[in-house]
């Protein structure tokens, strides 16, 4: 069993940066794939990105490529989404995810994946 908690979202203005943090619990962590997801009102659950359970694959949906980077440290057992040049767009409740299949390769683009959830946390951003 994997309990996951982020944290780090609010408000900032276009153009601004945030950093999401969770932090899962369970030994296994580091034997998992995990991903972010966000979704806003009226719109389905949408990959935003993920990494492999070692950290040395990523993945990026188009829309956040080259301005948001995932990484992980499984001695603190944290994955973090770090969000430059932030847009009204990325405007959503941002979650984070573990996949329970072990040591995948690839990390999963598809939220019906991934095994565990955390609450999620807020991201606005005006503009």
């Known amino acids: 069993q994997v309990q996951l908690v982020e944290s780090g979202g609010g408000l900032v203005q276009a153009g601004g940066s945030l950093r999401l943090s969770c932090a899962a619990s369970?030994?296994?962590?580091?034997?998992?794939?995990m991903g972010w997801f966000r979704q806003s009102p009226g719109k389905e659950r949408e990959f935003v990105s993920g990494?492999?359970?070692?950290?040395?694959?990523?993945a990026y949906a188009d829309s956040v490529k080259g301005r948001f980077t995932i990484s992980r440290d499984n001695a603190k057992n944290t994955v973090y989404l770090q969000m430059n040049s932030l847009k009204p767009e990325d405007t959503a409740v941002y979650y984070c995810?573990?996949?329970?299949?072990?040591?995948?390769?690839?990390?999963?683009?598809?939220?019906?994946?991934?095994?565990?959830w955390g609450q999620g946390t807020q991201v606005t951003v005006s503009s």
């Open positions: 995810a573990a996949d329970s299949v072990v040591f995948l390769t690839v990390p999963p683009r598809r939220a019906s994946a991934y095994d565990y």
């Open positions: 369970g030994r296994t962590f580091s034997n998992y794939a």
């Open positions: 990494i492999k359970w070692s950290g040395g694959i990523t």
